[in-house]
T-cell receptor, first 110, second 117 residues
Framework: AQRVTQPEKLLSVFKGAPVELKCNYS??????LFWYVQYSRQRLQLLLR??SRESIKGFTADLNKGETSFHLKKPFAQEEDSAMYYC????????????FGSGTRLLVRP | NAGVMQNPRHLVRRRGQEARLRCSPM?????VYWYRQLPEEGLKFMVY????????ESGMPKERFSAEFPKEGPSILRIQQVVRGDSAAYFC???????????????FGEGSRLTVL
């Protein structure tokens, strides 16, 4: 069965420190991976997808098929990055069905 | 564009009552999805609908739960004879139809929080 694991419920860093939010997945096929973010009092929204290979708000994520990971990274955290982050996976044969991890709350302290 | 609208935002029901949750997708979106989030867990897929069609309901519990997306009006998630275990946040999302197919971007509503007493 497909599964997405985010091992950290809470990650607290100081402003300017590097951030890495971990995401591991289990899926035997070729997955598509996404990061969604929910800022305080806002809706859940797409942050980035692996297929785009883009940097959004300074965040990047590389799909590592060998380690089945899709960690989200940012070299210098900002206070406005504080939010709930969800990693999600979709299968090629039912791409609309996202499988979410349980989320990691990122707290960036001043 | 007001985005995906869900109502009610909060709903309290006693065991055995019915809960109806509504979702209006973003303007121009023809695909609606319902997800459920239990405390301390991620969102779990329930059902995918297009107008007047249920495309995939593989995440729906076999009993008491139903969903529809009529030709006119919002999508409705209906839970009959609610039990305490139904207490959760129910999120609706929508996506547009594209030639490339689903892009992975879902536009979420603010969710409806159901509490069963």
């Amino acid at each position: 069965a497909q599964r997405v694991t985010q091992p950290e419920k809470l990650l607290s860093v100081f402003k300017g420190a590097p951030v890495e939010l971990k995401c591991n997945y289990s899926y035997s096929g070729s997955p598509e991976l996404f990061w969604y973010v929910q800022y305080s009092r806002q809706r859940l929204q797409l942050l980035l997808r692996h297929i785009s290979r883009e940097s959004i708000k300074g965040f990047t994520a590389d799909l590592n098929k060998g380690e089945t990971s899709f960690h989200l990274k940012k070299p210098f955290a900002q206070e406005e990055d504080s939010a709930m982050y969800y990693c999600a996976l979709s299968r090629m044969d039912s791409s609309y069905k996202l499988i979410f991890g349980s989320g990691t709350r990122l707290l960036v302290r001043p | 564009n007001a985005g995906v609208m869900q109502n009610p935002r909060h709903l309290v029901r006693r065991r055995g009552q019915e809960a109806r949750l509504r979702c209006s997708p973003m303007k121009g979106h023809s695909h609606v999805y319902w997800y459920r989030q239990l405390p301390e867990e991620g969102l779990k897929f329930m059902v995918y609908l297009q107008k007047e069609n249920i495309i995939d309901e593989s995440g729906m519990p076999k009993e008491r739960f139903s969903a529809e997306f009529p030709k006119e009006g919002p999508s409705i998630l209906r839970i009959q004879q609610v039990v305490r275990g139904d207490s959760a946040a129910y999120f609706c999302a929508s996506s547009p139809r594209t030639r490339q197919g689903f892009t992975g971007e879902l536009f979420f509503g603010e969710g409806s929080r159901l509490t069963v007493l």
